[in-house]
């Protein structure tokens, strides 16, 4: 069985730039410790240039946000208006990320999955989130040979059978990653998300398809087989409100920020960057996504394997809505248990509350399939 690997652990606090002050902007500065819980409560933040007024939980006043939402209208930069965050069924739980080794061989995958599944749930996790094409090597080639009719279900899906099994049994959420997914004559590259009493509550084929050329370094088109999904995802779970992405969504802001517009508590990615947009992009775009949205975010790749046509980075991850990567792991096979805590995200918002501060009388954010079923309603 896997073990899981010591994580790196972060400081749940602002970060410390260099002089050990934090700037937002040339025009307002911060030294750390006045955001420490002793000075909190002392009513103002002093800052190089401006002293803005604070309330007994450091957020800035209400009459000071007041006067700023009248001016920018930060209401109207998401349409339909964004809904509150919502008061989650758990607020602090444990999530796995599974870190699996993929091989040509199904039945193995297959079982593999479930016997990691269950270590992971024996180690008191609620929450199990697995990797991009978990059953499957990551080709064009093989995409139609590994693919599942999901909705069909039972033998012509053995892999989701497996998943919905033991979310029922072992009463957990299950993220379960991504598989090839047939659908008549067309093949997505889907996630299902399975409840604690094994129904399926959610499905997400991936909108952006992974087609890129970078000479010399990597070249992949998943549009030669695989179809693009065309529905954000976001679904309610035991362990909160998740929105989905898979690997290449990622790098669009805009889902993200749909989601936390609809509410979500947490965004999982599935994903599988390769050894050239790895190193570079993959934990970047992770803490972007949590800060950009304030919300927890959570990533699960394969294990790589450099025998394959196809070499995953790996380093799974949880990062927290400042940004703050909360545990990791290098690029072999693990168990990355770690904890969520929900009340972080609401503090988190008072210290930065920038969701209030949005220009709605410069931008706007449109979320068209929400807009269009409130024209319909």
């Given at each position: 069985?896997?073990s899981s690997p010591s ?356 931008y706007q954010l449109v ?11």
């Amino acid at each position: 069985m896997l073990s899981s690997p010591s994580h790196q652990n972060h400081s749940p606090h602002f970060p410390i730039c260099s002089r050990h002050r934090s700037c937002f902007s040339p025009e307002i500065c911060f030294l750390p410790a006045l955001l420490s819980s002793r000075n909190l409560d002392s009513g103002s933040i002093s800052f190089c240039k401006r002293t803005i007024m604070t309330n007994s939980s450091g957020g800035i006043s209400s009459v000071a946000m007041a006067k700023m939402e009248s001016s920018f209208k930060p209401e109207e930069a998401r349409i339909p208006p964004e809904i509150p965050l919502s008061i989650p069924p758990i607020t602090k739980f444990k999530i796995a990320l599974c870190q699996l080794s993929v091989t040509a061989n199904k039945e193995r995958n297959i079982v593999h999955a479930r016997q990691v599944i269950e270590e992971a749930a024996r180690k008191g996790a609620q929450l199990i989130l697995l990797p991009e094409i978990w059953n499957s090597p990551y080709s064009n080639d093989s995409f139609p040979v590994y693919a599942e009719d999901i909705d069909a279900g039972g033998d012509a899906s053995p892999s989701t059978a497996m998943l919905s099994e033991l979310s029922r049994t072992l009463q957990i959420t299950i993220v379960g990653g991504s598989i090839p997914e047939r659908s008549g004559d067309r093949l997505y590259n889907t996630c299902c998300v399975f409840g604690t009493d094994g129904k399926l509550k959610a499905k997400h084929r991936k909108i952006h398809l992974f087609d890129i050329d970078i000479p010399g370094q990597m070249t992949f088109e998943e549009s030669k087989t695989l179809t693009a999904g065309e529905t954000p995802t976001i679904v309610d779970t035991d362990v909160g409100r998740i929105g989905i992405g898979i690997c290449y969504d990622i790098r669009f802001q805009e889902l993200a920020a749909i989601y936390a517009a609809r509410g979500a508590h947490l965004l999982c990615y599935p994903g599988a960057f390769n050894m050239t947009t790895g190193p570079l992009h993959w934990e970047l775009l992770q803490r972007a996504r949590a800060a950009d949205c304030q919300l927890y975010v959570a990533t699960c790749s394969p294990a790589r394997d450099t025998g394959s046509n196809y070499v995953a980075w790996g380093h799974s991850t949880l990062v927290g809505p400042f940004g703050e990567v909360l545990a990791t792991t290098e690029h072999d096979e693990a168990i990355i248990i770690s904890e969520i805590d929900y009340s972080v995200t609401e503090q988190r918002r008072i210290y930065l509350p920038f969701q209030r501060q949005r220009r709605g009388d410069l931008y706007q954010l449109v979320d068209v399939q929400r807009l269009n079923s409130t024209r319909t309603t």
